[in-house]
């Protein structure tokens, strides 16, 4: 269930402690510190193990460039329909045969805010 640990873990990905302070100058040309700051934490999670679990090179090949995934990823339209297949197939697998109204929903939420970032992403390639 790799969307699914993507998204448990995600929390992980950087601990607060971790964080760098936000710069005042910009680390990438053409945006401002702050802007600059979360697109290297973005191609930092896209680079995680779990994001590369989620997203292994042979399934997702348009996705990379030189190896990584950039921050925002360019390709990741053409593979909605396969990430959303492979949401459905989790969900499916996180459901007992006959689950009560509150589990669907809670299994919804979780799967729904996944969708919304990815939605996000594809917002900036725009």
Not at 38 to 63: I, M
Not at 79 to 100: F, M, S, T, W
Request: glycine fraction near 2%; avoid cysteine.
């Amino acid at each position: 269930m790799p969307f699914l640990d993507l998204l448990r873990e995600a929390h992980e990905f950087m601990p607060p402690t971790k964080h760098p302070p936000l710069r005042p100058d910009p680390r990438i040309p053409a945006f401002a510190g702050t802007d600059a700051e979360l697109l290297a934490h973005l191609e930092q999670f896209f680079n995680t193990l779990r994001a590369r679990a989620a997203f292994p090179p042979t399934k997702f090949p348009n996705l990379y460039r030189d190896g990584r995934i950039p921050p925002i990823p360019t390709a990741l339209a053409e593979y909605r329909p396969l990430i959303r297949a492979g949401i459905a197939a989790e969900k499916r697998l996180l459901l007992p045969a006959n689950p009560d109204e509150e589990a669907i929903e809670a299994v919804d939420d979780v799967f729904e805010k996944l969708e919304r970032f990815f939605a996000a992403i594809e917002v900036f390639q725009e």
